[in-house]
């Protein structure tokens, strides 16, 4: 899971990302590839789901002034 502010420079764009889009993840000696399969809006209180493990990445940030939580969940494709 990678969590991040809803900020212009951090998260601020998420809820642009939708099913099939691709996420590359880069470090210093491989690069990962995803593709996301679900964005989903939760409650502040719906923790066993914010923390779901189904995926191999989730993307973690909140709505604007906090009201919901925003979970773009992908699967490792290379």
Known sequence: MICAHNADSHF????QLGFGDPITIQTTTSSYQYKIEKVEILEPSEVERMIDSEYGLTLFTCTPYG??????????VS
Do not use: E
């Open 12 to 15: 601020g764009r998420i809820q």
């Open 67 to 76: 009201v919901h939580r925003v979970a773009v969940r992908a699967r490792l």
